[in-house]
């Protein structure tokens, strides 16, 4: 509630703002505002009655503010807005709640009527009363008081909500007439406004094209239904004209498929009796060749499940019909053993279920690895992860696995082969993105043992694709891999390398036990802190004492046997001299 009256606070100022127009008239923005209310109340994801309850909050806030009240809580009494009330653009917005309203209602009462027919008569009600609403909105805006885009645009929603009254009547001749109005104000519209607005306008001339040429296929003209089935492929049609296109296509196919009468795989012929069986494999090759050419990955993912919902269907059906005949007579062709046709047709569907599994995923694995690569343009907002491509190579190699065990085919040693190759394959690049997840939480020595596994399998597929040189087609290149994790492998312990967080981590006794300078291990790769410190640990300094030769002594060993002269006369008589022996004394003369 308090979230209604926030938007109903916005879109007040909006209608506010644009109250009085540029030539002087009252204008309202009614695609702009129906768009706007839809997608935040519900139909973005389809729910018709969050969407009703608004507006029926809204209605009853819009006649509470303008004064607008419908008698009291004891008695009804109806009004009805007239052209003389026009003075304010909310007037106009309670009509345009009003058929709003009632559309929402008829389109709920769409999704409840596939269980329940009867609710269809509620529906047609509903939208008529809707249809009314919307012209008594565009007579209101006749008024000179509104401008002339307010005009314009009350026209085409009335033509719009008249055509699919007539739609569902099945009336195609007026309901191509409606659409066909609404398009041409829609267009003309987007062609004289903002960017902004004309995109708004494309938009519906897009949801309309579907339903022109579904009425144009009706009335008689052949050439829609290739168009038709070309707007499929682009994601045209939403709502209830991919409802009318499906059972369209599977009616076409029905024709068709009178003329089917049995399918080849693997070298054997199976006749096929159940009709829905028929219809599936009639359409198979159309719906892998829409697939193909299909560029949008979102068309493309509604296909899949368009493609897998028919398979699950038609396995169902033939599963009931191995119930109900469950003693049914072997077939005698050497080639199926003892797996009857019913059961070998049951196990062509299985598998074809399972490959379209694996191709699914495949492609949605390819979308996300090239996510991956972009650089983040928002940090707040998660983006893709390897642990989401775990997932999917999980899911494909499961099916794998399902597909080996398929009955009938336990001796066909080339299909068993062919899995075993493929799941060699997906089990690398499984591997691949483990490894990818390890190196975001910086566990380089399980990334790197993981790199070493990929390269073994992929080394395996090389080996064993020489002689299944065919399944190799459909199968991603193993070489880029090999390529890659080679790269992958560089990086990997440049980043250990320069990774100070991790190294901090080891124990203090593990790095004193090991400090050998980097110099005496050269040979040998280990995380050091030390040398991308600012003191490395690169010699060690000083060095070590080291013994050396000494240099040898020599003793004068003669000396002690040396007999030296007598020393007598030299030696100072004393009392000899007088003055003159004192001075020579003094002076060192008789010395």
């Known amino acids: 509630m308090a979230a209604d009256k926030q938007n109903d606070t916005k879109v007040s100022s ?13 204008g309202l923005e009614i695609l702009q505002i129906i768009k706007e209310s839809q997608q935040q109340h ?13 507006c029926s909050r809204r209605l009853r806030r819009l006649r509470k503010t303008l004064g607008f009240k419908m008698g009291n809580r004891h008695k009804f009494i109806g ?41 269809r008569f509620h529906l047609m009600a509903r939208l008529r009363k809707a249809a009314k609403h919307s012209e008594r909105l565009e007579k209101l805006c006749e008024s000179p008081r ?9 026209q085409a929603y009335t033509a719009y909500l008249t055509g699919m009254v007539e739609f569902e009547l099945q009336e195609w001749k007026l309901a191509m007439e409606a659409f066909n109005k609404c398009k041409t104000i829609y267009e003309k519209l987007a062609s004289a406004f903002t960017e902004e607005l004309a995109v708004l306008y494309r938009q519906r001339v897009d949801e309309i094209s579907p339903n022109i040429r579904y009425c144009a296929y009706n009335i008689g003209d052949q050439n829609a239904i290739n168009d038709l089935m070309q707007m499929r492929l682009t994601g045209g049609g939403g709502g209830m004209m991919a409802e009318k296109l499906e059972a369209l296509i599977t009616q076409a196919r029905t024709k068709q498929a009178a003329t089917m009468s049995e ?8 006749p096929v009796k159940i009709d829905k069986a028929r219809v599936f494999l009639l359409g198979l090759a159309d719906n892998e060749a829409a697939i193909a050419q299909t560029a949008n990955e979102e068309t493309k993912e509604h296909l899949y499940e368009t493609l897998l919902a028919e398979c699950r269907d038609t396995i169902q059906a033939v599963r009931e019909e191995l119930k109900s005949e469950a003693q049914r007579e072997r077939s005698s062709d050497g080639d199926s053993g003892k797996v009857s046709n019913l059961q070998f047709l049951h196990s062509y569907l299985t598998y074809i279920k399972l490959c379209t599994l694996v191709k699914r995923n495949e492609s949605m694995a390819h979308t996300l690895q090239a996510k991956l690569k972009e650089p983040e343009a928002d940090e707040d907002k998660r983006g893709p992860r390897p642990q989401d491509l775990i997932r999917l190579y999980d899911i494909i190699l499961q099916s794998l696995a399902e597909l080996s065990t398929l009955q009938g085919l336990e001796d066909d040693h080339t299909f068993q082969k062919e899995v075993s190759l493929k799941t060699l394959v997906y089990k690398a690049y499984r591997c691949f993105f483990i490894a990818q997840s ?34 190799l087609k459909d199968l991603p290149d193993v070489q880029e891999l090999i390529a890659e994790v080679n790269a992958e492998k560089y ?18 006794k593990q790095q004193v036990k090991d400090n050998t300078p980097l110099c005496n291990r ?65 002076f060192g003369f008789g010395s």
């Open 522 to 586: 050269l040979e040998t790769f280990r995380l050091d802190p030390a040398l991308v410190g600012k003191q490395p640990n690169l010699v060690q300094f000083p060095p070590d004492f080291q013994p050396i030769p000494c240099k040898p002594l020599f003793f004068d060993l003669a000396l002690n046997h040396v007999a030296f002269p007598p020393l007598d006369d030299k030696v100072e008589q004393k009392g000899k001299g007088g003055l003159t022996g004192y001075i020579k004394g003094i």
């Open 14 to 26: 909006l209608d506010e703002n644009k109250n009085k127009s540029a030539d002087g008239g009252i």
């Open 79 to 119: 009004k009805k807005i007239t052209v003389e009330m026009i003075s304010d653009s909310r007037y106009l917005l309670l009509v345009l709640m009003e058929a709003e309203r009632a559309w929402s209602y008829a389109m709920q009462l769409k999704q409840e009527a596939n269980t329940e027919p009867r609710k």
């Open 491 to 508: 990086s990997l312990q440049a980043a250990a390398i320069l990774d100070t967080e991790e190294t901090a981590e080891v124990p203090a």
């Open 42 to 54: 519900g139909l973005r994801h389809g729910d018709y009655q969050r969407y009703r309850g608004y």
């Open 146 to 154: 509104v401008d002339a885009k307010t005009k314009l645009e009350a």
């Open 263 to 270: 399918v080849e795989w693997r070298g054997r012929s199976v």
């Open 438 to 471: 390890y190196v975001l939480v910086k566990k380089w020595s399980e990334a790197l043992v993981l790199y070493e596994r990929v390269l073994k399998y992929a080394m395996e597929v090389q080996s064993k694709a020489k002689s299944l040189n065919n399944s």
